[in-house]
Structure formats: structure tokens, C-alpha cells
């Protein structure tokens, strides 16, 4: 069939055709969970690693009470930490999806993923970080060279995750933008750049970069979603295709 | 007459008996958790062992040695997250099938209740009993309500954990370590008997009987202990092992009886 040679039809055929694509980058691109997600990771992360802390500080200083209690915190700490892993964190992270995303109503991409096993890399991944982290603390590995070492890991496995989301229609191109940046981050480590953290914030050394850099990666894709979802608006809205109608 | 007359009651009396003895004998088919204890202790071992290697080898300056083992360990720790959530079906599934092979296929029947999800102590235990057919035990619809034993397990991990953390810090002796467990391994072995009462052997509440006597006698100073590592493996692992084996010889005998009176010329007759 020859295309229309009138202009109004000819951009209302284009707009038309500029919807899916511009619904499918939208629906992609809904990455605010993520970013909740890194968000409760964080301080989860904050919280563990400071009640240790006053654990063994406490306990060092002869403040027997406060170490018994602030163990026993741990400890509840610990086992809910556990049950939001295994069984709680789905339906609180869907409730927030949802809630993020209340005003925008609901959108779909390519198949809809059903419930899989965990991908044999993520036990690789787990074995790999337990190898680091008690390497470390073996002192097989200087701390100095925490972050590039766990780049070696970190980035293949987030290009990966990233690969197979989108093979299935889902997962933002900007997550790549995570194990990009947590890689020059490790490159400009080991090339003697100041990207360090020194004393007794050398523990963040490999926290801050990872939920950092996908923090930015997430919010880059939840914005460019804000741009596609305007854009989808505004295609919906054009009076070529009121007209048509 | 009469004697036909003693003979149709007696046939009742056997035909009535036959639910009773199912019911026994479905109840008591515990080889699955039998199966499941083996394998956490064999698990606990390894993990001990190679804990102690590690720590060993480095106090030593055995870097080598450490390394070596370090890695063997992280490899077991993760092999051992892969088992519990994945491989545990398809593992089982092929030692059962070697174990049982000899007793032919049956379809195990459905419980009413527990829906679609089969979890892996339903697979291992309809492969353990393949050669026998199904066998319902009472009304089982109560096992879909997940909420009580979860939150009851969890609670479970929370007791001992403060308790690792509070010996650790010195606050609880390590001799009574097994006595302080028994104030929460108790009630819950006692919680999860009775959650599983229509489906669960009876000679499950033996394990925690057993675990509370073996604290008592601990804290009056009868001297049973077995060092530090042992005095909570044996009696957890030990006793369990007691109770779901007494279980087992139960269902053998069940269904002896079973077959017997299956078998009985009286039934047959009336057949």
C-alpha cells in the first residue's frame, strides 16, 4: 500500500507508530522500586554493620549489659532481615511498585515473566563474594584492593542480570550505567586516584560505590521513564490522532 | 447359624479396624525426615570440620593449607544454599528411587489442602513410599495455613542466634548451652507436633521428650556431656533420629497388620 502523501496523516501514521515504542521505553524504565530497594539495602546494610559495632565495642569496654542487649537487637535484627529476604520483601516491594506508580496505571512489556529459580550465576556470585570476604579477613587480601577485586566479580555478574532482564522485555538499558561506573570507579582505584575511603571508613570502600552508582543508574532510568511517559502523553494528545479518531 | 453369625461380626470387626491401621500407618511414614536429619548432620559435620581446618591451618601459618581449605569451605556454603533451595527434590529423588527401586511405581495420593505447591518433604516422601501406594492421613486442609509455623520457625532462628551471640560473649557457659536450647527447641518440636497432629507421627513429640530430659539431667550434673561441639549435635540430631526411627518400625508394623487383615480369609470371603 503507498503511503499518504498528505502531511497531517503522514505525522498522525508516524505518531501512531511512535506510541509503542515510546510505551515499551516508559514501562521499562519504571525503576523507582530499585531504587527503594538499594534505599532498604543501605540501611539494612547500616543497621547490621552498627549494631556489630556496638556489640564488640561494648563488649571491649566492659559494658556487659549494653553488649547483651545490643546483641540480642542484632539478633532480631538478623532473623527479620532474613524473613524480608525470604518472605516479606515481595509483597512490601510490590505494594511500593504499585503505590510509586498509582497515578500512572499499569503497563506491561513483552511476556509476562513467570516464577524461575534463581540463575545458577547468582550461587557463583555468592561464592565468589564469601571467597573475598574471608580472604579478607585472612588478611590474603589487602583491604586496599577490596573494591578492584570485587569489580572482577561485580560487573560481568550486573551485565549478566542486566542481559537476561532485558531478554525477557524487561530491566532498563540505564542499569547498565551501574556496572559501568562501578568499574571505571575500580580502574581509577587502581591507576592511584583518591576514590578511597581512609580510617575507619575503609568498610565503605565497596557499600558506597555499589548502592551509589545504582542508585544513579536507577533514578537516570526512572527520570528518562518520566521523559518517555510525557512524551507518550503528548503523542496521545496531538490532534492528528483526535482527528483521526 | 452361629457360627456364620460370629463370623460376619468378626469380618466387621476386621473391616472397621482396617482405617484405624491406615490411618497408623500413613502417619508414621517418617523415613523422608529420617532421610533429612542424615543429611543436616552429615552437612553440620563438614562444616565444623572444615571451620576448624581453616582456623587451624592459619594459626599454624599453613597459608596454603588455609587458602585451600578456606575455598573448599565457601564452595560446601554455597553448594549447601544451592541444596536447601533447589537441588533438595532432584538429590533425593535419586537416592530414593536407588533405595526403593526394587518395590515397583504407585501413584501417592493427593492431600486435600496443600494445593499446588509441593514442597520438597512431599516429593521425597511420595519416593520413599512409591512401592506402597498413597495413604491420606485424617483431614490435612490445616497444612496450607503457612503463617503459624513460619512465624514459629523464625522465632525459632532469632533464639538461636541471641543465644550463639550471648555465648560468645561469655554470658551463657558453654556446658549449659544445651540446657538454655531446651527452653526453646521444646516448645517449639511441642508447637510443630501438634500443627502437624491429623498428618504427623505421634513418636515426633519423643524428640522433643527426649531433648528435655537429656537438659534436665544436664543441669542436675549427670555427666553426659560429650564436649563442647557434641553436647548440641548428638542430643538435637540424636534424639530426632530416635523418634522418627521409632516412627518408621511403627509403620512397618502398621502395615503388617494392615496387609493381614487385608489378606484375612473373612474379608475375602465377602469379597
Given at each position: 500500500?503507498?503511503?499518504?502523501?498528505?502531511?497531517?496523516?503522514r505525522?498522525?501514521?508516524?505518531d501512531l507508530?511512535?506510541?509503542?515504542?515510546?510505551?515499551?521505553?516508559?514501562?521499562?524504565?519504571?525503576?523507582?522500586?530499585?531504587?527503594?530497594?538499594?534505599?532498604?539495602?543501605?540501611?539494612?546494610?547500616?543497621?547490621?554493620?552498627?549494631?556489630?559495632?556496638?556489640?564488640v565495642?561494648?563488649?571491649m569496654?566492659?559494658?556487659?549489659?549494653?553488649?547483651?542487649?545490643?546483641?540480642?537487637?542484632?539478633?532480631?535484627?538478623?532473623?527479620?532481615?532474613?524473613?524480608?529476604?525470604?518472605?516479606?520483601?515481595?509483597?512490601?516491594m510490590?505494594?511500593?511498585?504499585?503505590?510509586?506508580?498509582?497515578?500512572d496505571?499499569?503497563?506491561?512489556?513483552?511476556?509476562?515473566?513467570?516464577?524461575t529459580?534463581?540463575?545458577?550465576?547468582?550461587?557463583?556470585?555468592?561464592?565468589?563474594v564469601?571467597?573475598?570476604?574471608?580472604?579478607?579477613?585472612?588478611?590474603?587480601?589487602?583491604?586496599?584492593?577490596?573494591q578492584?577485586m570485587?569489580?572482577?566479580?561485580?560487573?560481568?555478574?550486573?551485565?549478566?542480570?542486566?542481559?537476561?532482564?532485558?531478554?525477557?522485555?524487561?530491566?532498563?538499558?540505564?542499569?547498565?550505567?551501574?556496572?559501568?561506573?562501578?568499574?571505571?570507579?575500580?580502574?581509577?582505584?587502581?591507576?592511584?586516584?583518591?576514590?578511597r575511603?581512609?580510617?575507619?571508613?575503609?568498610?565503605?570502600?565497596?557499600?558506597?560505590?555499589l548502592v551509589g552508582?545504582?542508585?544513579?543508574?536507577?533514578?537516570?532510568?526512572?527520570?528518562?521513564?518520566?521523559?518517555?511517559?510525557?512524551?507518550?502523553?503528548?503523542?496521545?494528545?496531538?490532534?492528528?490522532?483526535?482527528?483521526?479518531? | 447359624?452361629?457360627?456364620?453369625?460370629?463370623?460376619?461380626?468378626?469380618?466387621?470387626d476386621?473391616?472397621?479396624?482396617?482405617?484405624?491401621?491406615?490411618?497408623?500407618?500413613?502417619?508414621?511414614?517418617?523415613?523422608?525426615?529420617?532421610?533429612?536429619?542424615?543429611?543436616?548432620?552429615?552437612?553440620?559435620?563438614v562444616?565444623?570440620?572444615?571451620g576448624?581446618?581453616?582456623?587451624?591451618?592459619?594459626?599454624?601459618?599453613?597459608?596454603?593449607?588455609?587458602?585451600?581449605?578456606?575455598?573448599?569451605?565457601?564452595?560446601?556454603?554455597?553448594?549447601?544454599?544451592?541444596?536447601?533451595?533447589?537441588?533438595?527434590?532432584?538429590?533425593?529423588?535419586?537416592i530414593?528411587?536407588?533405595?526403593?527401586?526394587?518395590e515397583?511405581g504407585?501413584?501417592?495420593?493427593?492431600?486435600?489442602?496443600?494445593?499446588?505447591?509441593?514442597?520438597?518433604l512431599?516429593?521425597?516422601?511420595?519416593?520413599?513410599?512409591?512401592?506402597?501406594?498413597?495413604?491420606?492421613?485424617?483431614?490435612c486442609?490445616?497444612?496450607?495455613?503457612?503463617?503459624?509455623?513460619?512465624?514459629?520457625?523464625?522465632?525459632?532462628?532469632?533464639?538461636?542466634?541471641?543465644?550463639?551471640?550471648?555465648?560468645?560473649?561469655?554470658?551463657?557457659?558453654?556446658?549449659y548451652?544445651?540446657p538454655?536450647?531446651?527452653?526453646?527447641?521444646v516448645?517449639?518440636?511441642?508447637?510443630?507436633?501438634?500443627?502437624?497432629?491429623?498428618?504427623?507421627?505421634?513418636?515426633?513429640?519423643?524428640?522433643?521428650g527426649?531433648?528435655?530430659?537429656?537438659?534436665?539431667?544436664?543441669?542436675?550434673?549427670?555427666?553426659?556431656?560429650?564436649?563442647?561441639?557434641?553436647?548440641?549435635?548428638?542430643?538435637?540430631?540424636?534424639?530426632?533420629?530416635?523418634?522418627?526411627?521409632?516412627?518408621?518400625?511403627?509403620?512397618?508394623?502398621?502395615l503388617?497388620?494392615?496387609?493381614?487383615?487385608?489378606?484375612s480369609?473373612?474379608?475375602?470371603?465377602?469379597?
Open positions: 500500500m503507498a503511503r499518504d502523501t498528505n502531511p497531517p496523516v505525522k498522525a501514521e508516524d507508530r511512535e506510541i509503542p515504542k515510546w510505551a515499551r521505553r516508559y514501562a521499562q524504565n519504571r525503576t523507582l522500586p530499585v531504587v527503594v530497594l538499594l534505599l532498604i539495602f543501605a540501611a539494612g546494610c547500616a543497621v547490621l554493620g552498627g549494631l556489630s559495632y556496638l556489640s565495642w561494648a563488649d569496654a566492659g559494658q556487659r549489659f549494653l553488649a547483651a542487649a545490643s546483641m540480642v537487637v542484632l539478633s532480631g535484627f538478623a532473623i527479620w532481615w532474613l524473613w524480608f529476604c525470604l518472605v516479606g520483601g515481595r509483597p512490601i510490590r505494594r511500593v511498585a504499585e503505590r510509586s506508580y498509582q497515578g496505571g499499569s503497563v506491561s512489556v513483552g511476556a509476562c515473566a513467570r516464577r529459580r534463581p540463575p545458577l550465576g547468582v550461587f557463583d556470585l555468592m561464592f565468589i564469601l571467597v573475598s570476604v574471608v580472604a579478607g579477613l585472612l588478611a590474603f587480601l589487602p583491604m586496599s584492593v577490596t578492584p570485587s569489580a572482577l566479580y561485580v560487573v560481568p555478574f550486573f551485565c549478566y542480570l542486566g542481559m537476561r532482564l532485558r531478554r525477557v522485555g524487561v530491566g532498563s538499558p540505564f542499569m547498565f550505567l551501574w556496572p559501568a561506573l562501578y568499574g571505571i570507579h575500580a580502574i581509577l582505584d587502581v591507576a592511584g586516584v583518591p576514590v575511603f581512609w580510617g575507619d571508613l575503609r568498610a565503605l570502600d565497596v557499600g558506597v560505590p552508582y545504582g542508585l544513579i543508574a536507577a533514578l537516570a532510568g526512572h527520570i528518562y521513564g518520566r521523559v518517555a511517559l510525557r512524551r507518550l502523553r503528548m503523542l496521545a494528545a496531538s490532534p492528528e490522532l483526535s482527528d483521526g479518531e | 447359624m452361629k457360627r456364620s453369625a460370629d463370623s460376619a461380626q468378626e469380618a466387621d476386621r473391616v472397621r479396624e482396617i482405617p484405624k491401621w491406615a490411618r497408623r500407618y500413613a502417619q508414621n511414614r517418617t523415613l523422608p525426615v529420617v532421610a533429612m536429619l542424615v543429611i543436616g548432620a552429615a552437612a553440620f559435620c562444616f565444623g570440620g572444615l576448624l581446618l581453616t582456623g587451624w591451618a592459619y594459626v599454624e601459618d599453613r597459608r596454603v593449607l588455609a587458602a585451600a581449605s578456606m575455598l573448599v569451605l565457601c564452595g560446601f556454603t554455597v553448594w549447601w544454599l544451592w541444596f536447601s533451595f533447589i537441588g533438595v527434590v532432584r538429590i533425593m529423588r535419586g530414593t528411587e536407588r533405595l526403593y527401586q526394587g515397583g504407585a501413584v501417592a495420593g493427593a492431600c486435600a489442602g496443600i494445593g499446588e505447591h509441593k514442597g520438597p512431599r516429593s521425597i516422601t511420595e519416593r520413599l513410599y512409591r512401592g506402597e501406594g498413597g495413604a491420606v492421613a485424617g483431614a486442609a490445616g497444612i496450607g495455613e503457612y503463617k503459624g509455623p513460619l512465624l514459629a520457625a523464625f522465632l525459632l532462628q532469632f533464639c538461636v542466634l541471641a543465644s550463639i551471640g550471648l555465648g560468645l560473649l561469655g554470658f551463657l557457659p558453654i556446658r548451652m544445651q538454655v536450647s531446651a527452653l526453646y527447641a516448645p517449639f518440636l511441642c508447637y510443630l507436633g501438634l500443627k502437624l497432629r491429623p498428618v504427623g507421627s505421634p513418636f515426633m513429640f519423643l524428640w522433643p527426649l531433648y528435655a530430659i537429656h537438659a534436665v539431667l544436664v543441669v542436675t550434673g549427670v555427666p553426659i556431656g560429650m564436649g563442647p561441639m557434641l553436647d548440641m549435635v548428638v542430643p538435637t540430631f540424636g534424639y530426632g533420629l530416635v523418634a522418627m526411627l521409632s516412627g518408621h518400625i511403627y509403620s512397618r508394623v502398621a503388617r497388620r494392615l496387609r493381614r487383615l487385608a489378606a480369609p473373612e474379608l475375602s470371603d465377602g469379597g
